[in-house]
């Protein structure tokens, strides 16, 4: 059906004589239970599809880029979808842009095959684990939750006889956790998504909720500090180094002349690599193929800290008479970012409890409420949700509260660890870092 629905698509293009267009067709499964509290409380299955028309009207040195994104294939609606498209393509004139021709793509895994055998039972029985191992924790209660198995199939075809395909697995988990103690109340509510099924580890990973949970309950504001030592979980350091160093890593930046860095300028400590890899294993945007069908690749970006290599798609390696590097990334909306696909970093030699036992006196974040930074002067200030102030190598109290405050950029010259141990955080690979010369403030 979906073979139908996608030759249906192309056919209407050409019969209103479309020469130059895309079109990327997505076919969604999710299959989800909800909780309330450690009982199951709504199971949904979901089938839904939706597709993104690119058409491109060329003028001279520039081109329009119309785009539509539909779920009807109603022949007027698709029509019209068209129409509209056709129209969009003759006004929104940017740069010189063409569809990638056909190009080797690698072969990689990026779908569980157990998974699409059987997803409801794989859902109901990472479901059973994840509530025994709830119930088992002392001192909380869990309140909600959400574990959500997503099928996802994809096609690429454009007018430049680019045609490919692929499908993906990926879980969601939603889960909160409260601890009451004399009249306090606490909660820890973690939500991510994962590649892998064995990326869960529920059995590590609930534990550290509760743990988190009850720890909340005796937090204290944390010490300020105007030169503090602070280290980053691996997901508080995705959210900070993939905005921002992602952005001054693009060959947007470069083409709009925002870009902190420079080809073979040293950017960040001697013992930081970063590598930008559309491949990676176990990475949530690992795929053959980017959002415009140019081959995923492996892209060192950072090496020793050194400046490398720069992160294209379609569009700005044009622009910068480069080739693309796999980093167009499709919007929501259909049209193409140029951004990241996977980042990770390299591992250090050092293990993240002795990196812990080094300090004198610092903070290590577990989380914070909402970090963001700004993408292009790298300034960030966000509040502690979960933390420990770190005392003579030692966690000495849970932290919450107060504030943490500094720039990403200066941030990846003043790295003074590196662990060796390392987690996925959805599209990252990062391991724990410890910085200096940040701010703590309450």
Sequence with gaps: MTN???????ETLKAKNIEEYEIYFIEKEF?????????????????????????????????GVGVVKGNSMDSKELGKNIDTCVLLSKNNITSKYRFPEKRPISKITTADNAILKDPIGIKNDLCEELISLVKEQKGVVPTFGRL???IKN??????????????????????????????????YWNTEYFKEKEHLNFKKRVVEWAKIAKDTLIAEPPKPNKEAIVIFTPHVLKEAIIPVIGFHASGQSF????????????????EIT???????????????????????????????????????????AKINGEDSTGNGIRSNFGGINNGISNFQIIPG???LDDMISDIKEGYYIEKFSWLNPEELSGYFGAEIRNGYYIKNGEFQNPIKLGNVSGNVLEMMK??????????FSENSLFPYMCFSNLTVSF
């Design 4 to 10: 139908e629905k996608f030759d249906l698509i192309e």
């Design 31 to 63: 299959y989800e239970t909800m909780f309330l509290k450690s009982e199951p409380e709504v199971e949904r299955e979901i089938e839904d599809f939706e597709y993104f028309i690119r058409i491109l009207t060329q003028k001279g040195d520039q081109t």
């Design 148 to 150: 959500r198995l997503h």
């Design 154 to 187: 994809s096609l690429l075809r454009n007018s430049n006889e680019v045609n490919l395909d692929s499908t993906k697995t990926f879980l969601y988990v939603e889960y909160s956790l409260k601890a009451q103690r004399n009249g306090k109340l606490s909660e």
């Design 255 to 270: 083409s709009e002349e925002t870009s902190a860095y420079n080809i073979n300028n040293e950017v960040a400590s001697k």
């Design 274 to 316: 970063i590598i930008d890899d559309g491949l990676l294993e176990g990475g949530l945007s690992s795929n053959p193929w980017d959002g415009e069908g140019n081959p995923h690749q492996k892209t060192v970006v950072i090496k020793n800290g050194i400046f490398q290599k720069r992160l294209y798609d379609q569009k700005y």
């Design 349 to 351: 030699t050092t293990s």
């Design 414 to 423: 003043n790295c003074l660890h590196i662990s060796k141990e390392t987690e």
